[in-house]
């Protein structure tokens, strides 16, 4: 594959701007995608609605019914759909940046079972409301990333090592859950399993809006890191050369990436395989070097919206759970990745 030297924009006299004509047409296309994907959302279903009572609706000039239907029931989902999809891109663009390994995505090295274990243990063991479980949610991944973080230090944190633990920690925690939900009653461990799922089905703006706020917080000092990102994969040795405080920063991007897979799992609980694939589906169509943080949260704020699309729309009266969609496709996704992988001799 081919790469494209960067060109670089400079704004004002201290930031600096590196991106590509492909990169950016290509985040181009796929945000003007899950735009269209997003206004199919919101006028289609059981009560359809016009593009003119949507638009009337969306400027506070539609009549109650519409208003109910697009303001109050499809537009909170389809937010919390795009805020996770943004992201789990983005942070499964960091960890496989940081691991240099297309499988360091964080439900694969288990932050995403660490929040699960929290959220389970919340509402097995004390009944805990949806918010008690959104904060449990995001202390587990934060448990877990510290875990495997230490388990893999050794002099530094190697990407195959920081897999290999996590892969382990991973296979753990969902014994643990599986213990929890074997131990709870049946009114729990149905709530639980509901959660476990992950879906988007009854979310509101409760859910939304904390996403949205962790998110103008996040992904701004996320972008400003991406930089370093770069940097880091050329070595510690070189990154150390060129001014970086490797560890220091190694650190920061793990702990920003945790707190975006944490609120998004607080939100709809784990969403497989997104932050998997998102960046790697961006990363090939763009052909671009680097961690490419941009194109991976706007690759996975689509995909999460076209599958939600499709388990709401496409299996007829049966509604899926989008969760069960994107584990379905993410799994062939991963099954060919390892092959591709093997063959390649790098698993």
Request: hydrophobic letters at 55%.
């Amino acid at each position: 594959m081919t790469s494209v030297r960067p060109r670089t924009l400079g704004i004002g006299d201290r930031i600096r701007l590196r991106y590509t004509p492909r990169a950016v047409l290509v985040c181009a296309l796929t945000a003007l995608a899950a735009i269209v994907v997003l206004v199919l959302s919101l006028s289609t279903g059981d009560y359809p609605v016009s593009l003119g009572e949507l638009f009337a609706s969306l400027v506070g000039q539609g009549d109650r019914a519409t208003d109910f239907i697009v303001l109050d029931l499809r537009m909170p989902r389809l937010l919390v759909a795009m805020g996770v999809g943004l992201a789990l891109g983005a942070s499964g663009a960091v960890f496989q940046s940081l691991t240099r390994n297309p499988l360091g995505s964080p439900d694969i090295i288990g932050f995403n079972w660490g929040a699960s274990a929290a959220a389970v243990a919340a509402i097995t063991f004390f009944g805990a409301s949806a918010f008690a479980t959104s904060l449990a949610a995001i202390l587990g991944g934060a448990l877990a990333a510290i875990v495997v973080y230490l388990l893999a230090f050794q002099r530094g944190v190697q990407g195959y090592r920081l897999i290999l633990c996590g892969i382990g920690i991973s296979a753990m925690l969902t014994s643990v859950v599986h213990y929890l939900l074997s131990r709870a009653d049946l009114a729990e461990a149905t709530q639980a399993q509901v959660w476990l799922t992950g879906t988007l089905n009854g979310r509101g703006w409760e859910q939304a809006t904390p996403l949205w706020i962790a998110l103008v917080v996040l992904l701004p000092v996320l972008a400003v890191y991406g930089r370093r990102l770069n940097v880091l994969e050329m070595g510690d040795e070189t990154a150390s050369a060129l001014g970086i405080r490797v560890e220091t920063t190694r650190v920061i991007l793990i702990v920003l990436g945790v707190f975006l897979t944490g609120m998004s799992t607080a939100a709809c609980g784990p969403i497989m395989f997104i932050a998997l694939t998102a960046p790697q589906i961006a990363r090939r169509l763009t052909r671009s070097t680097g961690a490419g943080i941009t194109a991976g949260a706007i690759m996975g704020a689509f995909l999460l919206l076209l599958s939600d699309f499709v388990a709401q729309r496409v299996f007829g009266d049966t509604e899926l759970p989008v969760g069960v969609l994107t584990a379905a496709v993410g799994g062939l996704y991963l099954a060919w990745l390892l092959a591709r992988e093997w063959k390649a001799g790098r698993s």
